[in-house]
């Protein structure tokens, strides 16, 4: 990597698609790639059962690892910046790389739900070539790694490297981050969505019980979030419930949607012309009300049947 802020300590490994920058003797290394590369066939495997037809990048995917948040958020101001020491990875749209903390400071899912410093742990921020010699192998234990927060970020990255989003284009936040939370694993990769994530539906499902869900006239053509780490969380939840309802009920249309907003030439739109865009290719919000409960129904009952499954049974 032909950066000296990255210190003399770094040392780049490969996977076939992922070139991973991090330092010496780094034993979590091989679970990292081998969950990048796992995420990164579910990612186009979906998409492409959903009818989209993706561009694959020939280039590695760059991702920099930090063992110290000092070093990372030195990094993030260096090259953004910007403050960013309320995150420990984040996906960049101005060097297309992602930067984290690796180990992350390790969480309970309590807390992944339930505590954040700021607006969400997972919130993103708006490569080099590389020979393909002594390529990581993919083995090795994943547990060492935060498999949600690796395939959040690399979700952004393959989404703005596949032609699903153009970078420097304004997106709505349900585009760009539902999209992300779609791809959190909390453990081995099903094929389904039932199979990622439950931290987020178990939010989406409390919000819509305390009547907190924001009506989707004005959800659709909101680009940021309340700074407040609850409403954030909520915000999140029905981002990752929204582009899910979409992408499964309304595929064509959001192919649609994607494709139109990528031809877009960078900078910010009014809410009045993220309104258009949107009504264009779903029809206006406000009549997509009743089968948008129709879902939200559905991921309650899913919901309750995970809680039934883990609940011990009864003494007899």
Known sequence: MAEPFLGEFIQVSTTEHFAIAHEAGANYVPGAGKTLEQAYTQFYGTF???????TRSTDPFVWVCFSQQSQ??????????TDLSWLDGYYSTLTNRVAVVEPSPRVSEQDKTTASSGPDRW???TATRRRREDVLPMSGDTSQVDVAR?????????AFNSGLQKRGV???FWVSEGLATNFEFEGPMGSGFEKRTTARRDCLVKARAAGELVPLAQFVVQTSVPSNAAQSRRYYAQAWAFFQYLLTER????RGYLHQVATLPPGRRTAKVLRREFTDAFGLPEDLESS???FLDRQA??????DDSASPADDK
């Open 301 to 306: 009952r899913l919901a309750s049947a995970s």
């Open 251 to 254: 595929s064509e249309g959001l």
């Open 170 to 172: 304004l997106y709505p």
């Open 48 to 54: 492409s059962r959903a009818g989209f037809e993706l």
């Open 123 to 125: 919130a993103s921020s």
């Open 150 to 158: 690796l395939t959040h970020e690399l979700a952004h990255q393959l």
């Open 292 to 294: 948008w409960s129709t």
């Open 72 to 81: 990372f958020n030195a990094y993030a101001m260096h090259v953004e910046g």
